[in-house]
């Protein structure tokens, strides 16, 4: 009898909702209805592929590697491990105007950002601005943890890997240098400096970072990363927000400045140019590669000719499934009404 009542108590409610009594509309799919809806999204997914491939197509990017693996490379001195503060210029030409705002990126090939122990060595406490962690840092942070037994500041391997390649852009007019500015303002993702990485609220800053010792591989600490500008300095500081957005995979780019002021606010005028670089980050050990890429972009964003392509593909097929969806039905169906 108990167990009675349990089970009239555990169901549901004799309800058009609970019983599934709803009224419901399905679709009762014919050629008549399939065969024009294949041929119109066959003909959607053509027209934006055509419009994706096109655009892209007129998204002008250049590249150039300055590794300095070649013994005739400008850099090839700068390649040396041992070699430090060495620097080095490439020289190009641009044909015709390349259309503004420019995008300037570096480069690296080879270089696994995407490996789980190195995407795990940091310690989010202490880039939020905890300064409990900057005493005692993480243990996942290890072995970038501590530098003869001083906390490191920011510890881990993603920091102490920051990219330290600096770049000047020279216009070469009747011989003269003539300096491309260079904007490095809001390279950097809008959550990254506002919301996931904040700085200790000391004043002044560098005193957040007393008793604690830099990265092994930087070459000043991190309130000092832009002496240029107190306001760029610490966690919040836009080319290490940058680097700290790690890759999904081995070969990318990142971006490091903007071309978007002065006379170069429209694009680089065709001319002659001089890339001097400040050669600091070694790649040859694991046998990766450097470059700088400058880039437009568009309504679609930067060049991707794969989108374009995948869209045709997929609308082509589309098509091709529908003329042969219409030959099966007219051999197999008219017969049968005649």
Request: proline share 7%; glycine share 8%.
């Amino acid at each position: 009898m108990v167990k009675q009542e349990q089970e009239r108590a555990n169901r549901p409610d004799n309800t058009a909702f609970t019983q599934q009594r709803l009224p419901a509309w399905q679709p009762m799919l014919s050629a008549g209805i399939i065969i024009p809806g294949f041929v119109l999204i066959g003909l959607a997914f053509i027209g934006i592929g055509v419009a994706l491939f096109v655009t892209s197509r007129s998204i002008q990017v250049m590249e150039i590697d300055y590794t300095g693996v070649d013994k005739s490379s400008p850099c090839f001195k700068c390649s040396d491990p041992d070699v430090k503060n060495c620097f080095c210029k490439m020289n190009f030409t641009i044909d015709s105007l390349f259309k503004g705002p420019v995008f300037f990126y570096y480069g690296l090939s080879n270089y696994f950002q995407n490996y789980r122990a190195y995407g795990a060595s940091k310690d989010d406490n202490q880039l939020s601005g905890d300064l409990a962690y900057f005493k005692e840092p993480s243990d996942s942070c290890s072995p970038y943890q501590y530098d003869n037994s001083k906390p490191i500041v920011p510890c881990g391997s993603v920091a102490n890997s920051m990219f330290n390649d600096t770049f000047k852009l020279y216009q070469i007019v009747n011989g003269t240098k003539k300096q491309v500015l260079l904007d490095g303002k809001g390279i950097a993702w809008w959550t990254d400096y506002n919301i996931k990485y904040r700085n200790p609220s000391v004043t002044p800053l560098r005193n957040a970072f007393n008793g604690t010792v830099k990265p092994t591989f930087w070459p000043r600490p991190a309130y000092e990363l832009d002496p240029s500008d107190p306001a760029n300095n610490g966690f919040i500081n836009q080319d290490f927000l940058v680097w700290m957005r790690r890759a999904a995979l081995p070969n990318f780019r990142k971006l490091y400045r903007r071309i978007t002021e002065g006379d170069y606010a429209q694009g680089l005028p065709a001319g002659n140019y001089s890339l001097e670089i400040a050669y600091n980050y070694p790649v040859l050990s694991f046998d990766g590669e450097k470059k700088v890429v400058f880039s437009n972009v568009s309504w679609m964003g930067g060049k991707n000719e794969f989108l374009g392509i995948a869209y045709l593909v997929i609308g082509s097929m589309c098509v091709f499934m529908s003329i042969v969806m219409l030959i099966v039905y007219a051999k197999f169906k008219f017969p049968e009404e005649e």
